[in-house]
């Protein structure tokens, strides 16, 4: 088969699109045959040098892939060649082939395509593990999210307006806030332009956000405590904007609040295995009802993979962007 290499640690030129040895399923795996993948920052950093894979995951870049059943290994219920399905990998999707533990499969969602659906997995099972899952967004709440026309920032904007909840973005143009208000967003910040620490308490009545999503780090963290309501909850699921600040622990106490950080790569194949269950349950019938979709800024041939890491490193995307065999 073929698949994405990465020759050394370096810009988008080291990725290559190379022949390689075919994988084969395991005890409670199965073979993709794959459709589509998605970029990922993730991806970029591993391009980069700044994050391996976990042990014993494909050296190939790729959390996220579409396509059909290849072959099924032993031990494996439920799923047959030829069915398609989508999958949240811990690594691999830039390839023509991957093994996935079986706990990690999803149906394609009716109503969506089959290549649409690459767009789903990581976006889908991170927004839900931290927005809902841990932050436990309720109906009535304020939701900000941080870079809201993103892959993660255009699902998390739809599935908190889907359970009842008001959202503020944060993004860097008129034309990214404006399709994060076509999805549903309430409170529109433009963080080159305006302090979104005074745009939501104003927009708030002084109150603040009960939950933020963010994928700044260091950067954001002593404004983000600012923003939070009281018995607010802050998740942190990336380090653009660094990896140490400083945590003013009075301002925290004072408001009762949380801070927790996730990262979904790592972890272990059950608890993966019972995000994607909960994923299948509460947000699998809301892409069936037509009520969230997928947000594809583009599809590219999978071979030209460097040019999507150019468009996500250069931000002006808004959604996912695709990589697709055979194209």
């Known amino acids: 088969m073929h698949a994405i290499t990465i020759s050394e640690p370096g810009g988008p030129e080291v990725l290559a699109w190379s022949e390689v040895p075919d994988p084969e399923p395991g005890e409670g795996e199965v073979l993709v045959e794959v459709t589509a993948s ?20 494909s050296a190939y870049p790729g959390l996220e892939c579409s396509g059909r059943v290849a072959a099924v290994g032993t031990g494996v219920s439920g799923w047959s060649v030829g069915d398609e399905l989508c999958a949240l990998l811990s690594g691999g999707g830039y390839a023509e082939k991957v093994v996935v533990p079986a706990g990690q499969l999803l149906p394609v969602p009716e109503g969506v395509g089959l290549k649409e659906a690459a767009a789903l997995p990581e976006v889908v099972c991170t927004v839900w593990s931290n927005v809902f899952m841990v932050s436990q967004l309720r109906p009535g709440e304020t939701l900000l999210v941080h870079g809201g026309s993103s892959g993660i ?44 620490v005074a745009e939501v308490k104003e927009a708030t009545g002084g109150a603040g956000a009960d939950v933020i999503l963010d994928n700044m780090g260091a950067k954001y963290l002593d404004r983000n405590v600012d923003t939070l309501a009281v018995n607010g909850r802050l998740s942190v699921i990336g380090m ?27 972890r272990p194949a059950e608890e993966k295995a019972a995000i994607v269950a909960a994923v299948r349950e509460h947000v699998w019938p809301l892409l069936a009802g037509g009520h969230i979709r997928p947000v594809i800024d583009r599809e590219l041939p999978m071979r030209d993979a460097a040019t999507g890491h150019r468009v996500v490193e250069e931000s002006g995307h808004i959604g996912k962007v695709l990589l697709v065999t055979g194209a």
């Open 38 to 57: 998605a970029v990922n920052r993730a991806d970029i950093m591993q391009r980069q040098g700044f994050y391996d894979p976990p042990p014993g995951a």
């Open 153 to 196: 920032g255009t699902m998390a904007i739809q599935l908190a307006k889907a359970v009842g909840a008001k959202v503020a973005v944060t993004a860097g143009s008129k034309e990214k806030l404006e399709r994060c208000a076509e999805l549903g967003a309430d409170i529109l910040v433009n963080y080159r332009e305006q302090d979104f």
């Open 240 to 266: 653009q904007g660094g990896r140490k600040g400083e945590l003013d622990l009075g301002k925290l106490l004072a408001k009762r609040g949380a801070v927790s950080a996730t990262s979904l790569r790592a």
